[in-house]
């Protein structure tokens, strides 16, 4: 059986981890170019574990709260163990890990002693990325060749050298190419502050007992969200709302419905055609449990903070 690690020494494990991922969301809002993040602050940052798994998130859009997962899934399911250090991901496909266009996520491995340990990710919502119109959103638009560059999870740097072909295919397909590839580099300086502090946490306290630090965060964010869940009452709840349409589907609200049985609720949206709304969505539920309690001192996710 193993062993729990010291409940103190945890604490100050999961709050340094939770400054890291702060700092890099400071990096980002000291250092774009762009006011979509420096005013609007339409970014995240997150840092997970050697395996992908998100174990801290900046206090920072909560609209990409439940992102950075599935993300991190795209990049280990492409490349696995085909990293290395010096390697930085970049991507930004809806189909394959992503979000909308515009939010474009670059994320870097952390290694120590050549073991690939943590990921330092960001992800932030760019001024333009091509298409049909300036902005690279437009409500009527019919596929999404017309909306923009759908970059797939590939290398940005390989072994610590750029990949000038992704740099220069981007400048010439964006409309803002000063704007773009400042923003990219305030999501690199990002990475580069989470890695330098992550070092110096693993000098501390080990590679080891790092990795068991890490999975000890997770493994009690789940306990927490588990428990949340089960004090909830059998049955189903609605909700309904409604936003501005496109001129496609008029009049047609967005309606949610709540299903708690047991330990596996599930979330069902009924939505117009234009919005993507899977039967059993994973996202949304996730950011719904992350908050549902408030009394834990141990940790930020759930009191008051959505992260």
Request: net charge neutral; glycine share 8%; charged share 25%.
């Amino acid at each position: 059986m193993a062993v729990r690690p010291d409940p103190i020494a945890l604490e100050l494990f999961k709050n340094a981890i939770f400054s890291i991922a702060d700092e890099m969301a400071l990096t980002v809002f000291r250092t774009t170019y762009s006011a979509v993040l420096k005013d609007n602050m339409d970014y995240s940052t997150a840092f997970a574990d050697g395996d992908g798994r998100l174990a801290a998130q900046g206090l920072t859009l909560p609209g990409h709260l439940g992102s950075v997962p599935t993300a991190m899934e795209a990049i280990m399911r492409h490349y696995g163990e085909d990293m290395a250090p010096g390697d930085v991901f970049i991507m930004n496909d809806p189909f394959d890990g992503g979000m909308h266009l515009p939010d474009i996520f670059v994320m870097k491995p952390l290694y120590h002693e050549g073991e690939r340990l943590a990921f330092a990710c960001t992800v932030c919502h760019h001024t333009d990325v091509g298409g049909r119109v300036a902005g690279s959103n437009a409500s009527d638009s019919t596929e999404i060749y017309a909306e923009g560059l759908r970059i797939a999870p590939m290398k940005l740097y390989e072994a610590g050298k750029l990949n000038n072909t992704i740099i220069t295919f981007l400048e010439k397909n964006v409309r803002v190419p000063v704007m773009v590839l400042g923003d990219l580099r305030a999501q690199l300086a990002a990475c580069h502050i989470a890695e330098k502090q992550f070092a110096d946490l693993v000098a501390r306290y080990g590679p080891a007992q790092t990795k068991q630090f890490l999975r000890e965060t997770i493994d009690y964010s789940e306990r927490l969200t588990r428990a949340a869940l089960r004090d909830l009452p059998d049955g189903e709840w609605s909700f309904e709302d409604w936003i501005d349409d496109d001129g496609v589907d008029v009049g047609k609200p967005i309606r949610l419905f709540w299903s708690s049985t047991g330990p596996a609720p599930a979330l069902r949206c009924a939505a117009p055609s234009t919005i993507r709304c899977p039967t059993r969505s994973r996202r949304p539920t996730r950011a719904s449990a992350r908050c549902c309690r408030t009394t834990s001192p141990t940790t930020r996710a759930c009191s008051g903070r959505s992260r």
